[in-house]
Each structure stands twice: as C-alpha cells, then as structure tokens.
C-alpha cells in the first residue's frame, strides 16, 4: 500500500518515506547499543510500522489526504529518534483486546472498524507521556 501512495503521490512522497526508513535504522542502532529493561526510548520501530500500516488501511473510513499521510510519517519519524520513554506493554487486560481486533484485521472481518480501532489505541500509546506529563504535574 505504501508503494502506491508513492506511485501516486510524485517525488514529493519520497522523502518522508526516506525520512521514516533512515529514523527506523537509527532507532534500531540504538535501541540495540542502549536498550532499556524497563521500557522504550521513542516509539519503537515495530509501532511505527504498525500505525502506517493501520493508517494505510483505514482509509476507507477516514477521509485520506495524502498531506495527512506525509504529516503522519514525519510525526512516526520523529518520534521514533525521540528520547520520549514509553513503556512496555506486559498488560494481558491491554493486550489480549489488541490481540484479537488484529486478528478480525487481518482476517479481513470489518477491516476498516478494526484498523480503525486499532489506530485509536495505537495513537492512545503515542499520547501516553503528554497524558503522564499532564497529569502528574510534572515538567
């Protein structure tokens, strides 16, 4: 799906598909030069995939403008050489929910509700540490 957006999207497109491709490589030298026990350091490069992906395919339902995607990338790409801490999801009451919508995704049942929800909580993981942040008071 991502060739097509650059296929149909000119030169333009290409350099925040780079710009994701080369934060991707970062992330993963340090990740695996200083890897935390406890968590993550940026939004680790699996995540970031995903949330394209999901984005990609829930464009059915959300009304798709190629400059959101570009926006979007930068955002991923950004995040992800970041050095915002997010944590681990060990949690079976997160995850088992998560575990089965990708499963009906990938099944193709409502695909677009499932991505699109999927999404949601993908975005909800990003937005974590501003939540954190806010609500703990801290700077």
Same mark, same amino acid.
Not at 108 to 124: D, E, P, V
Not at 129 to 137: A, N, Q, V, W
């Given at each position: 799906?991502?060739?097509?957006? &650059?296929?149909?999207?000119?030169?333009?497109?290409?350099? @925040?598909?780079?710009?994701?491709?080369?934060?991707?490589?970062?992330?993963?030298?340090?990740?695996?030069?200083?890897?935390?026990?406890?968590?993550?350091?940026?939004? @680790?490069?699996?995540?970031?995939?995903?949330?394209?992906?999901?984005?990609?395919?829930?464009?059915?339902?959300? @009304?798709?403008?190629?400059?959101?995607?570009?926006? &979007? $990338?930068? &955002?991923?790409?950004?995040?992800?050489?970041?050095?915002?801490?997010?944590?681990?999801?060990?949690?079976?009451?997160?995850?088992?929910?998560?575990?089965?919508?990708?499963?009906?995704?990938?099944?193709?049942?409502?695909?677009?509700?499932?991505?699109?929800? $999927?999404?949601? $909580?993908?975005?909800?993981?990003? $937005?974590?540490?501003?939540?954190?942040?806010?609500?703990?008071?801290?700077?």
């Amino acid at each position: 799906m991502a060739f097509v957006f &650059l296929e149909t999207s000119g030169f333009v497109a290409w350099i @925040p598909a780079g710009l994701f491709l080369v934060c991707g490589i970062l992330r993963l030298a340090r990740f695996n030069v200083a890897g935390k026990k406890d968590g993550f350091e940026g939004i @680790p490069i699996t995540s970031g995939g995903f949330i394209v992906a999901l984005f990609l395919l829930s464009k059915d339902v959300v @009304p798709y403008k190629e400059y959101v995607f570009i926006l &979007l $990338l930068l &955002l991923i790409s950004f995040l992800m050489v970041s050095t915002i801490s997010y944590p681990k999801m060990k949690n079976p009451v997160i995850l088992a929910p998560m575990g089965l919508l990708l499963v009906l995704d990938i099944l193709g049942f409502y695909r677009t509700i499932t991505s699109l929800l $999927l999404l949601a $909580l993908c975005f909800l993981y990003i $937005l974590r540490p501003i939540g954190k942040r806010f609500y703990d008071g801290s700077k």
